[in-house]
């Protein structure tokens, strides 16, 4: 019999089994739309598979057990490996299959091309001129050179117009002189840096006849290219262990007067001519492109984080039976308890729903650049950076917070280093941090919000952006009973009143006398509230947009399930804010409370084939509790044997500490 869940083979766990046995849809299907299409679903299982027949290419041991030197050896190893396999495995030129590979083989503690690929690449293409892709871009391309992003500085991270790190432009000698004034001004952060990569796009305060230009960025060689030693004038390093990202190596950088040719500032858009006059770029902020790229990557990126975590929460908790409901001979599945369903299946829906935002903010920055590598225009870069700016912070948080929620899930073993779920939440929460601490985030998108607002109050509301266009509606009562559009309005009535409130809240400090910086400090608060509520206004919509267009009718109609909970789920979780001005009633709220119940209650039989289809292998997930066949005590168990603690019963420190201090006792 053809089952719909593929995951099903023989000898798994018979409850994991019964569970992908309730499928009402195709997983594979399912792949297609969590991956953007059918091609990409079905390489991804091919790549999958043919990894898993390369044995050089599985981690030599698991890596939770491996100290920070054994895996940054590992992750090198192992890349040098996939080098040589590369061709045969995927199209290199396709992005999405390249992405895949790298995620499986390298998985993600970190690499030395993980910086590389991300953002020095990107750079390239994005900041080039046509001379500069000829010289950099292919040789970056072949690896020939490692490159990483050196940005942030010991002192200032956020605050880009304060980096202390000086370019200064010589025109005797046609030469930028980079130079590291402070202690501050160290290059600090940047991954791959400290001991990977040989070559740096450097951001760098442009000074030309002792005035200030602000940050640009410039392509920089830090190693000899044969030794790999640093060159004279720079010193580097890696900064140490993190939360996460352990197998990677981020690095300090300094420079001691270092000079490079007037040809290594990034000039497609502005450059230095010979005699030092500066050619001003079409947009003053024309050189964060390369971070407006990750954060256009990062709500997908999130989405598939958000989605590991949960394979492994929910297929553990189809397999952890503990406790009774009606039949006291029997114990039940955690997962039939109604807690853990709002504990996960919620996050199910962001995870689909993230993974979808994330597919428009990709298109729209590749948009941009064609945009702007074309004809220069730079129209949709604010839109673009208010959006991403929003979304990044919203996905991270709410990210973060649904992996915390698996591991809590998984109970005891969900704090076990094999459940991998603290590793995973390690990796996504550095991007609460990383293209922009979330807060300053929110403040950039609530800049535009406020922009918005002002335009509305001034008539001129003809002149806002399609997703800000329901500022300038009319209130309107909704019947909660309508479907996704009614969801939509009561949403954007909440989102509208936050804005227009943090809104005329920073005028009215303004009014008596504050100037903007203190008003808007003042209204910071409320500020990040109207962002939050936006960006998941924009969440919501783009969530329906895709399950409306889905054409697989099972797909769409297990879709639909999660759609209704994430509606019910969102407008619940900030009711708050509708309830303040009488806006809905707890009659209302009710209603919205009961619709949830009964989403928990439809999705649980597609529970573990909704995580199913994001199709991740065990390479992949890393995780014992995860496993696919759902084999869990018998390998933790094997797991546990093979800590390093267990190699011998008796433990040195135990010979030479321990049992001298309990025979001493007993004297
Ligand atoms: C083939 C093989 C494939 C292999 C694949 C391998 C996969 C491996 C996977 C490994 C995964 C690893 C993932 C890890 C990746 C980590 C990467 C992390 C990298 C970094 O963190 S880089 C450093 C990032 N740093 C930041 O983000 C700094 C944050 N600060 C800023 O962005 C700015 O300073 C800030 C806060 C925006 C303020 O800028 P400022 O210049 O001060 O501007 P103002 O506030 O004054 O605003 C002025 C005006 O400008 C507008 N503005 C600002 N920025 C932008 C922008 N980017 N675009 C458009 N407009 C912008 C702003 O809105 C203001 O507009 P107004 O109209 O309001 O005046
Ligand atoms: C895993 C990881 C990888 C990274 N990789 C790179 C890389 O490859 N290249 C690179 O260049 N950098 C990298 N970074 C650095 C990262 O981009 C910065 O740490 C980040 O931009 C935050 O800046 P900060 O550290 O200066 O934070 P700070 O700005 O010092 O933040 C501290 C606190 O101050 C608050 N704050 C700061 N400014 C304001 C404001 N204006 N209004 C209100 N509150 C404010 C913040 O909200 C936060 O609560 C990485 C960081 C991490 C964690």
Redesign the pocket.
């Known amino acids: 019999m053809a089952f719909l869940n593929k995951e099903i083979r023989d000898g798994d766990n018979q409850d994991l089994t019964e569970e992908r046995r309730t499928a009402t849809f195709d997983t594979d299907k399912m792949a297609e739309v969590i991956y953007g299409s059918e091609k990409l679903a079905r390489r991804r299982r091919e790549i999958s598979h043919a990894v898993s027949r390369i044995p050089e290419l599985a981690d030599s041991r698991p890596l939770p057990f491996l100290d920070r030197f054994e895996k940054v050896t590992e992750g090198t190893r192992k890349l040098s490996v996939l080098d040589r396999h590369l061709a045969e495995l995927i199209d290199v030129n396709d992005n999405g299959e390249a992405l895949h590979l790298y995620h499986e083989v390298m998985g993600m503690e970190g690499h030395p091309l993980a910086?590389h690929e991300v953002?020095f690449v990107p750079a390239l293409i994005g900041q080039a001129s046509d001379e500069q892709y000829e010289k950099w871009l292919g040789r970056a391309k072949r690896r020939e050179i490692i490159g990483?992003?050196?940005?942030?500085e010991l002192g200032?991270?956020?605050?880009l117009r304060k980096l202390e790190t000086t370019a200064t432009y010589t025109p005797s000698t046609q030469e930028f002189i980079l130079h590291t004034p402070t202690i501050t001004a160290l290059k600090w952060?940047?991954?791959a840096l400290g001991k990977s990569s040989n070559y740096a796009v450097v951001v760098a305060d442009l000074i030309i006849k002792d005035k200030s230009y602000g940050p640009h960025p410039f392509i920089v060689q830090l190693r000899d290219e044969k030794t790999h030693q640093p060159l004279p004038g720079i010193t580097v390093g890696d900064i140490g262990p993190?939360m996460a990202?352990n197998g990677g190596d981020?690095g300090y950088l300094g420079f001691d007067n270092f000079r490079i040719p007037r040809e290594n500032l990034l000039n497609r858009h502005s450059r230095v001519e010979a005699d030092g006059t500066y050619v001003r770029p079409p947009h003053a902020k024309i050189g964060h492109s390369a971070m407006i790229r990750v954060r256009s990557h990062m709500a997908t990126g999130q989405g598939w984080l958000l989605g590991h975590a949960l394979t492994i929460a929910i297929r553990y908790s189809a397999v952890r039976i503990q406790g009774f409901l009606e039949d006291k001979s029997h114990e039940v599945k955690v997962l039939d308890y109604q807690t853990q369903q709002h504990r996960l299946f919620p996050a199910i829906a962001r995870a689909y729903a993230f993974i979808f935002c994330g597919f428009e903010t990709i298109r729209l920055y590749d948009q941009l650049i064609l945009d702007m590598n074309s004809n220069g225009n730079t129209s949709g870069m604010a839109d673009l950076h208010a959006l991403t700016s929003g979304l990044k912070s919203v996905v991270t948080h709410f990210v973060g917070q649904g992996i915390e929620q698996a591991r809590m899930a998984c109970g005891g073993h969900g704090y076990s280093m094999a459940s991998y779920i603290s590793e995973i939440y390690g990796v996504a929460i550095?991007g609460c941090?990383?293209?922009?601490?979330n807060?300053?985030m929110l403040?950039q998108l609530a800049r535009y919000l406020v922009k918005s607002v002002e335009l509305v109050k001034s008539g001129k509301a003809n002149q806002l952006g399609p997703m800000v266009a329901y500022l300038a509606v009319a209130d309107h009562k909704v019947n909660l009973a309508t479907g996704p559009d009614s969801y939509v309005k009561m949403f954007q009535y909440i989102s509208k009143r936050q804005s227009w409130k943090a809104t005329e809240k920073f005028l009215k400090f303004m009014e008596n006398g504050d100037s903007r910086d203190v008003a808007w400090n003042k209204t910071?608060v409320e500020l990040t509230r109207a962002s939050r509520l936006h960006t998941r206004l924009y969440i919501m919509e783009t969530f329906i947009r895709r399950v409306e267009s889905v054409t697989d009718i099972p797909v769409k109609s297990a879709l639909t399930d999660l759609l209704n909970l994430h509606l019910n789920y969102e407008l619940l979780d900030v009711a708050s804010y509708a309830l303040e001005d009488g806006f809905m009633s707890s009659n209302q709220m009710d209603f919205i409370k009961n619709q949830l119940y009964s989403s928990l209650e439809k999705i649980r039989p597609n529970a573990v084939s909704l995580v199913d289809s994001f199709q991740f292998s065990d390479m992949q997930l890393r995780s014992v509790l995860g496993r696919r066949d759902g084999h869990v005590y018998q390998n933790l168990f094997d797991w546990a044997k093979s800590s390093p603690l267990n190699k011998t019963d008796v433990l040195p420190s135990v010979t030479q500490y321990l049992k001298p201090m309990m025979e001493k006792a007993k004297l």
Not at 148 to 152: D, F, H, I, N, V
Not at 156 to 159: E, W
């Open positions: 910086l953002m990483c992003y050196a940005q942030t200032h991270g956020s605050n952060w940047p991954g993190k990202f981020n550095g941090t990383y293209e922009g601490e807060m300053v403040l910071a």
